[in-house]
């Protein structure tokens, strides 16, 4: 067994909703999957009534908890269902074979499983034991929740997130920018980026260099990926007073390419430290799909 054949992603989690956003989420999991042969994870987590008792107060009767538990059972079984028919949805499209639970063909394969409680908290457990995890970007009427789950999987469960404001679609890995500084986390990304990156025909590395800090050398970088067979091209540039984010989007997509691959959240593992950082930017303006590790 080569290399290659050995560095791959087996399983890929999908969290869903019920929204209309899990078609998406769906869609660019099973892209990722393609490559690999690899098992998509569909993830809907239903909110558990007990969490939300605390809002209502102790003095709440008998009747209104019921009715609190019924009308929380009716919204989950609504968006229970809507996740269910995006997924049949896609695996018909895609010609998947739907499984009860995670299995290894020389296809890609697509299960779901249902779970209660914190969307953040489950998704987090869930990404433990898997290779990735595939979010759409939070929109701002949505972003606190989707946010909140982001951060869980980067900074807890310490998986690589691939991340889209729009459906991926196959053969996004052909062309792969990587955002670069020298940083542990940018080193980190590069190589859980690795399975890809030896897929790809081109990789470009984009060396940022700001009135506070030299441009990051790359002569190691290329090295390294030249090791794991893959040849670069490096390109480094000034970002002045632009956000980095910004730059690196813009400057990856007149490369020719169609993933960024970013180490997520070096500063500080402070959540409300987040705000302003390159990689909540990246993340607000995600036109072009991000793969993102802590």
């Not at 074979?97 to 409680?117: F, N, Q, W, Y």
């Not at 990404?127 to 972003?143: H, I, M, T």
């Not at 989007?249 to 007149?254: Q, V």
Request: charged share 20%; hydrophobic share 50%.
């Amino acid at each position: 067994m080569t290399w290659e054949e050995w560095v791959s992603f087996v399983k890929i989690l999908a969290p869903l909703t019920g929204a209309p956003r899990d078609a998406a989420v769906l869609t660019s999991a099973v892209s990722m999957a393609l490559p690999f042969g690899a098992h998509v994870r569909g993830l809907f987590v239903r909110a558990d009534p007990a969490l939300a008792m605390p809002f209502y107060g102790e003095a709440m009767s008998g009747l209104v908890v019921q009715e609190v538990v019924d009308a929380s059972k009716e919204s989950g079984d609504i968006a229970a269902g809507a996740a269910r028919a995006a997924l049949a949805a896609v695996a018909r499209g895609a010609d998947l074979a739907m499984t009860e639970h995670c299995e290894k063909r020389d296809a890609p394969t697509i299960s779901l499983r249902e779970v209660m409680g914190n969307f953040a908290d489950c998704v987090r457990q869930a990404a433990k034991l898997c290779d990735l995890v595939v979010f759409s970007a939070p929109k701002d009427d949505e972003r606190a929740g989707l946010s909140e789950a982001i951060e869980a999987v980067l900074l807890e469960a310490r998986r690589p997130v691939l991340l889209s404001a729009k459906p991926v679609a196959p053969g996004f890995h052909e062309h792969i920018a990587i955002g670069w500084n020298a940083s542990v986390e940018s080193a980190q990304a590069v190589s859980a980026a690795l399975p890809l990156l030896e897929r790809a025909k081109s990789v470009t590395v984009l060396a940022v260099e700001r009135p506070d800090a030299p441009c990051a050398d790359c002569g190691e970088l290329s090295g390294y990926l030249s090791l794991h067979g893959v040849a670069c091209a490096v390109e480094t540039f000034k970002a002045g007073e632009r956000p980095v984010a910004d730059v690196l989007c813009e400057r990856a997509t007149a490369a020719g390419a169609r993933l960024l691959v970013l180490g997520g959240y070096g500063h500080s593992r402070w959540r409300e430290l987040f705000v302003t950082s390159t990689t909540r930017q990246a993340i607000a303006h995600a036109d072009m799909p991000l793969f993102l590790v802590h």
